[in-house]
Nanobody
Framework: QVQLVESGGGLVQAGGSLRLSCAASGRTSNTYAMGWFRQAPGKERGFVGAISKNGVAYYEDSVKGRFTISRDNAENTVYLQMNSLKPEDTAVYYC????????????????WGQGTQVTVSS
């Protein structure tokens, strides 16, 4: 019902910036809260941030102040602006959609993109 496609990943040096995009398609995509998660090799998929359908954003502590989530409902797109990147931010980043008001745990999300690789070099 909802299809999500991430883009914008790449290789950057520590201290650099990237902006990830998640394009959503589906008749009711604007009614979903959206989340960003990341997974590094050998680690569990972890919460990065989320934004409600009304634009209220929440962040994991390690990215607070560096990352910003926004959404453009007219274009059915959610963004993750990442500044002051650190090597520990290296991971595959996924966007996800949930019918909940907002969620910070992966099992509460109903739809997932395929991910985009972010690599931060020292």
């Amino acid at each position: 019902q909802v299809q999500l496609v991430e883009s914008g990943g790449g290789l950057v040096q520590a201290g650099g910036s990237l902006r990830l995009s998640c394009a959503a398609s589906g008749r009711t995509s604007n009614t979903y809260a959206m989340g960003w998660f990341r997974q590094a090799p050998g680690k569990e998929r972890g919460f990065v941030g989320a934004i409600s359908k009304n634009g209220v954003a929440y962040y994991e502590d390690s990215v607070k102040g560096r990352f910003t989530i926004s959404r453009d409902n007219a274009e059915n797109t959610v963004y993750l602006q990442m500044n002051s990147l650190k090597p520990e931010d290296t991971a595959v980043y996924y966007c996800a959609a949930t019918r909940a008001v907002v969620a910070m745990i992966s099992k509460m999300y109903d739809y997932w993109g395929q991910g985009t690789q972010v690599t931060v070099s020292s």
